[in-house]
């Protein structure tokens, strides 16, 4: 199966290397988009922590949902605040470091499954396409188990002090406020891309994202699913006032 002239050597691995380039670049920019302003990362309160007995903010819209596995790191349920002039986003939050990890992981295993295709083009033989298929399949377990082990990894910050983090910007700061397809936008689309479409049946009418700052002083897509249709319109309708239209 190894053996194939050096040429065609050269065009699988310069598939490999353009591919893996491609993510590479489209993953960089994603964990690392520069942001006009940095927000406050800070304990939640009570009531954003969903504590017994917590008392509503005054002049505050409030919204439950799930969060989306984006690069702002919110994993499980949030509560997002609306106020006046702020927007806060609390619930568990696994470290960047954590999420990088997974993110490139499941993204260059990916990018790497296409070359074996090629490389079973090339030769005309059907066994390179085992290692296509067990590199999609690395992708997907990586992406799969991600998915499921970093939300408990992030329940680990509220079994510390009871409350979870909470990340507040200013409401100036949101932009390109979608419901829907849009909660992969900023180069989750090219990591998660076998898998975009029938998330995007799940999010239709539920999902409310837009991009704002975090912590770290990066720009990040939040992504969160509303309980209901009429609170994913709201929440979009009322930061797409600060926004505008995507």
């Known amino acids: ?34 942001g006009d302003q940095r927000g406050a990362v800070r304990e939640a309160s009570a009531f954003e922590s969903g504590l ?7 002049d505050a819209a409030v919204f439950d949902g799930w969060s989306y596995r984006v690069p702002a790191r919110f994993m499980g349920r949030v509560r997002v605040l ?12 696994v470290s960047a470091p954590a999420y ?9 295993l990916l990018a790497l499954a296409p070359a074996g295709a090629v490389w ?11 290692v296509a298929l067990g590199l999609f399949v690395a992708s997907w377990l990586v992406s799969s188990v991600g998915a499921a082990a970093l939300p408990s990894l992030a329940e680990l910050e509220l079994l510390e ?11 100036s700061t ?9 909660w992969a936008r900023g180069g989750l689309e090219v990591v998660v891309l076998p898998y975009v479409r029938g998330v995007d049946a799940l999010a239709k009418r539920r999902a409310v994202s837009f991009f704002a700052p975090d912590g770290e002083g990066r720009e990040v897509r ?16 009322i930061l797409g006032e600060t926004a505008g239209a995507p």
Request: charged share 25%; no cysteine.
């Open 120 to 130: 079973a083009l090339l030769r005309l033989d059907w066994r390179p396409l085992l």
């Open 52 to 58: 017994f007995e917590a008392r509503v903010p005054p």
């Open 222 to 237: 939040y992504a969160a699913h509303l309980y209901s249709d009429e609170k994913a319109e709201e929440l979009a309708g």
């Open 82 to 93: 609306v106020d006046a002039d702020s927007v806060s986003v609390a619930g568990p939050r």
């Open 100 to 108: 990088g990890a997974w993110i490139w992981a499941q993204g260059l």
């Open 1 to 34: 199966m190894l053996r194939m002239e050096p040429w065609r050597w050269a065009i699988v691995a310069a598939t490999a290397l353009a591919l893996a380039g491609y993510m590479g670049w489209t993953i960089s920019r994603m964990l690392s988009r520069p």
């Open 174 to 182: 949101v932009r390109d406020v979608a419901i829907g397809e849009g």
């Open 161 to 171: 002090d009871g409350r979870f983090p909470a990340v507040e910007f200013p409401r």
